[in-house]
């Protein structure tokens, strides 16, 4: 049903890339359906995966790439990007997230609603569509705001939003505080077949945080959320998702203890889903240091010991999804103290190598690791890629998972800089990236 | 001891449709048709509830439902009374208890009572002596709509059985359709809700009907098609996303009706929000549309109903006279 993607600069913007087959020869190939990788070669033709196997001949007329030995994965499906359009092009616009997507190994992104002039009617959401088509290489699914203006009063026109292509609906990180408006708004969705993201936490007690409350917030004096919020968050969102038997995934689940909440959700047959933010699973409350304001984040970092139950989630299964939740901030918005500067960070170029620690670390291997970036995004939110078979899009990118190098925010394809990454040593570098069998990375290609 | 032989209503009120029975309901219908003639000649009036004091309690607004037994009593002669409660004593602090008491030393004869409360008729009916008419308590019943409903249907149709009848909108708050599901369900339809799930919540699957969400599937070969009224404070957002959604959905217009049998008529309680429920045009098309009708029957129903009544309490005022020690 979500296959009114726009991949029109993907695709049809350029037919005679599709014309020519495509082959990549001598990869690590990375299946994350199989859970597993092979050694050989993979065959594109007309923007599909026509073949995965041992020395391929070429077919007349192919381009050949040599992977020397390089992975090749399905490209990452990121969850929960923010693009500031319409309203903040300053911070992103389509045309930046689209490269800086492209150059993080990401070839279809799900946006999220919370603009500055919030994503909630038929009408915005076409122009964020035709805005989308004209500038973007990646493939683009919209979701749209659960609630008008994300105020948690008046259900948006879901109807009409799912007929303009709105993939799934969240008021990203506002909570819709009235459990009445929530059960309605969840029993319209459900009657209409529509997903709806959840962010799992207690309003009161997380308002105003800027800290997990523990001992880092308590050392450096900031006003803090106990980590509690976010099970109490959970618990009574699965309550009203049982009740209404919505279709429903929480955005982020970062500790341990709404882990173990969603665990027993899971096991009862709650048919829900989560996911987990890179910056969640590689850093703590502790990198913050010294107020340092892109390490601000929505929830805010958590303690060493979430992080661990976070990873060994991701690992388990039981957190589907992990997404950048890329949200770009302009230099004003983080120059401010700790307390009143904006929240969140970039993600699309620190995804893969970020997540990548995890694999090195030996706490992931690369199979598991597609399967949270790439296949359960596809299968959640009803895409095609995430997929290494035969039909698939060919949807790809092609890394070395070894290569080490200090990251430079002033290199980032983002508009906007506000990596916690910065002067970090990471491994992983993209190499290539292609959507529908035509490569978008590195540009100046055809 | 016998009486006249056209009987009465078994109890002495018309709370609902519920405690009525087949044979009951097709009594007022029948009586009703004799109504609707003498309505359309040129003099109406008659002295059948001659002596007789009708008042009317609406604590709630109303200007059809009101006006409709208004012109009903007075045809049939009685002395008819319009008392606006929401703007009178209930408003200085009176219980419904205490305005029963009021009441009762006033000694009417028929009550016609409408309340924003479920049951509230139904508690004020145990306090009176005279006879109450239920017209429309909270979302809990509204007869006299569904009765005029059903002669409507019968006079189109020509019975009132066997027919596939989708009730369409907010069932959730509709007194209307919860009279209609019993009445009609009483005779032997077949009934189909229709409407989104916010309206329509999923026990009314348990009241024995079938419960659509699309509205071309609920409309399939029905006969009637009884579009219910959406109130605008569930219009923006609370129940609904939008008039507009709404409208695409679950408005009645020519292509949704087209899934409907074509001889299929088209009902609503009035009044309407053209646009919002229904398509203006479909609504004054006189092929399909028997909302004016529905109308015109209402006053007769109204007569009937009060005629049965007043009969029913001369019977009973009647034997009280014939009891020894009771009288004067």
């Known amino acids: 049903m979500n296959e009114h993607g726009m991949n029109g600069a993907a695709g049809e913007a350029h037919p005679r890339e599709e014309g020519r087959p495509l082959l990549f020869r001598n990869a690590r190939i990375i299946d994350p359906a199989a859970g597993r990788e092979i050694r050989g070669d993979l065959l594109v033709r007309e923007g599909r995966i026509a073949a995965i196997g041992q020395a391929i001949a070429p077919p007349e007329g192919a381009a050949t790439i040599d992977c020397a030995g390089a992975c090749l994965a399905p490209g ?31 070839t279809t992104i799900v946006t999220r609603p919370d603009t500055a002039q919030p994503i909630d009617t038929p009408e915005t959401l076409e122009f964020v569509r035709r805005r989308a088509a004209e500038v973007a290489q990646i493939r683009i699914h919209p979701m749209a705001a659960l609630t008008r203006r994300r105020e948690g009063r008046e259900m948006s026109e879901i109807g009409l939003l799912m007929d303009a292509g709105a993939v799934a609906f969240t008021d990203g990180d506002h909570v819709v505080e009235d459990t009445k408006v929530l059960a309605r708004c969840l029993t319209y969705a459900a009657m209409m077949g529509a997903k709806v993201i959840g962010h799992v936490q207690d309003p009161g007690l997380s308002r105003g945080a800027a800290a997990t409350a523990g001992k880092f917030a308590a ?53 829900v889903t989560a996911g987990c933010s890179i910056h969640h699973l590689t850093l703590n409350e502790f990198d913050i240091g010294d107020y340092r304001t892109f390490f601000k984040l929505k929830p805010p970092l958590r303690a060493e010991e979430d992080r661990v139950a976070a990873v060994e989630a991701v690992a388990s299964g039981l957190i589907d999804i992990i997404a950048s ?104 570098r993209v190499l290539g990236t292609w959507v529908g069998g035509r490569q978008i990375f590195p540009a100046g290609d055809g | 001891m016998t009486v006249s032989p056209p009987a009465g209503l078994e109890g002495r009120h018309l709370l609902g449709i519920e405690p009525l029975s087949v044979e009951e309901i097709l009594r007022i219908l029948d009586l009703a048709e004799e109504y609707v003639a003498l309505n359309r000649q040129a003099v109406k009036r008659t002295d059948t509830l001659a002596g007789i004091t009708q008042i009317n309690m609406f604590f709630e607004a109303s200007t059809r439902t009101q006006a409709s037994f208004e012109i009903a009593g007075k045809r049939l002669g009685a002395d008819v009374m319009n008392m606006a409660m929401q703007a009178s004593s209930i408003r200085k602090g009176e219980t419904l208890i205490d305005t029963a008491t009021t009441l009762n030393a006033m000694h009417p004869d028929i009550l016609v009572v409408r309340h ?175 909302i004016r009708e529905q109308v015109e029957m209402g006053v007769a129903v109204r007569m009937a109903v009060m005629d049965l009544l007043a009969r029913r309490l001369r019977d009973e005022r009647a034997a009280a006279a014939d009891v020894p020690g009771r009288s004067g």
């Not at chain 1, 499906?77 to 800086?100: C, L, Q």
């Not at chain 1, 279709?247 to 882990?259: F, I, K, P």
């Not at chain 2, 139904?122 to 306090?127: E, R, S, T, V």
């Open chain 2, 116 to 290: 924003p409360h479920s049951g509230a008729v139904n508690l004020l009916a145990q306090k009176v002596n005279c006879a109450v008419i239920n017209a429309g308590d909270g979302r809990h019943e509204h007869p006299t709509q569904a009765l005029l409903d059903a002669l409507t249907i019968r006079r189109e149709k020509g019975r009132l059985t066997r027919l596939t009848v989708a009730i369409c909108g907010d069932i959730a708050h509709s007194r209307v359709a919860r009279s209609n599901i019993l009445l009609l369900g009483k005779l032997g339809n077949r009934i189909r809700l229709v409407g989104p799930r916010t309206l329509l919540p999923r026990g009314f699957a348990e009241l024995g009907a079938e419960v659509h969400e699309n509205m071309e599937e609920g409309l399939a070969d029905t006969d009637v098609v009884m579009m219910l009224r959406l109130q605008k404070e569930r219009m923006d957002g609370a129940f609904i996303p939008s008039v507009r959604e709404y409208y695409h959905r679950w408005g009645l217009d020519a292509a949704k009706l087209a899934h409907a049998r074509p001889d299929a008529i088209v009902m609503h309680p009035g009044p309407m929000n053209r646009g919002v429920e229904i398509d203006g045009d479909l609504a004054d098309d006189i092929n399909r549309s028997v």
């Open chain 1, 76 to 106: 990452i499906i990121d969850v929960g990007v923010k693009v500031g359009e319409p309203g903040e092009r300053h911070k992103e616009s389509y045309r930046t997230a689209s490269a800086a997507a492209a150059a993080g190994g990401v």
């Open chain 1, 325 to 428: 939740m890329h949200t770009p901030q302009d230099e004003e918005s983080k120059r401010l103290p700790f307390e009143e500067a904006a929240s969140g960070a970039v993600g699309l170029e620190t995804l893969l190598p970020a997540a990548l620690r995890l694999v090195h670390g030996g706490q992931l291997d690369l199979p598991r690791l597609f399967r949270a970036l790439s296949l359960r995004p596809a299968e959640i939110f009803g895409l095609e890629g995430g997929r290494m078979q035969r039909g698939a899009p060919a949807d790809l990118v092609l890394f070395d998972p070894d290569r080490p190098f200090i990251l430079d925010r002033f290199a980032l394809h983002s508009k906007s800089k506000n990596t916690p990454f910065d002067g970090a040593r990471m491994e992983g």
């Open chain 1, 219 to 271: 050392l450096k004096g900031l006003p803090a959320v106990p980590a509690m919020a976010e099970r109490m968050g959970l618990m009574r969102d699965l309550a009203l998702v049982e009740l209404t038997g919505a279709d429903w995934h929480a955005d982020q689940v970062t500790t341990r203890s709404a882990l173990a909440v969603l665990a027993r959700a899971k096991e009862a047959g709650l048919a």
